[in-house]
């Protein structure tokens, strides 16, 4: 565990985390695994930056709303009842399907990005 978590540092993969701190035995958040996704699998937001936030609970202030929508437009996450509940803690269950749709694209949803442009 130790090797894993010195290599997430090194990474940065957990850098906009509390000053880039990592703490295994925490609950990863949804907006916290949107930022993790886009750095391990190299999504980049700016490709989506043109792009509307889809989630009525997400304002462009917060910090993570780039990531957010990188992998809402990518096809990775999607949101319930037009919110993405960005504190709310992820599972084992859900990160594990994040990650397969992160990693291949015969598991990702099909979004429209021809009119979600601002």
Same mark, same amino acid.
Do not use: H, W
């Given at each position: 565990?130790?090797?894993?978590?010195?290599?997430?540092?090194?990474?940065?993969?957990?850098?906009?985390?509390?000053?880039?701190?990592?703490?295994?035995?925490?609950?990863?958040?949804?907006?916290?695994?949107?930022?993790?996704?886009?750095?391990?699998?190299?999504?980049?937001?700016?490709?989506?930056?043109?792009?509307?936030?889809?989630?009525?609970?997400?304002?462009?202030?917060?910090?993570?709303?780039?990531?957010?929508? =990188?992998?809402?437009? @990518?096809?990775? !996450?999607?949101?319930?009842?037009?919110? %993405?509940?960005?504190?709310? +803690?992820? *599972?084992? =269950?859900?990160?594990? @399907?994040?990650? !397969?749709?992160?990693?291949?694209?015969? %598991?990702?949803?099909?979004? +429209?990005? *021809?009119?979600?442009?601002?």
């Amino acid at each position: 565990m130790f090797y894993l978590c010195r290599a997430c540092e090194n990474a940065r993969i957990f850098s906009k985390r509390l000053q880039g701190s990592f703490y295994p035995n925490e609950a990863l958040t949804r907006e916290e695994m949107s930022y993790v996704l886009t750095k391990a699998f190299t999504i980049n937001p700016d490709n989506f930056k043109d792009y509307e936030m889809p989630f009525k609970d997400i304002s462009s202030s917060n910090t993570y709303a780039p990531y957010i929508k =990188a992998l809402y437009y @990518s096809g990775i !996450a999607q949101g319930y009842l037009g919110n %993405y509940s960005p504190k709310s +803690s992820v *599972t084992r =269950a859900e990160f594990a @399907s994040f990650v !397969a749709r992160s990693k291949s694209d015969k %598991y990702r949803f099909t979004t +429209s990005t *021809t009119s979600r442009k601002k």
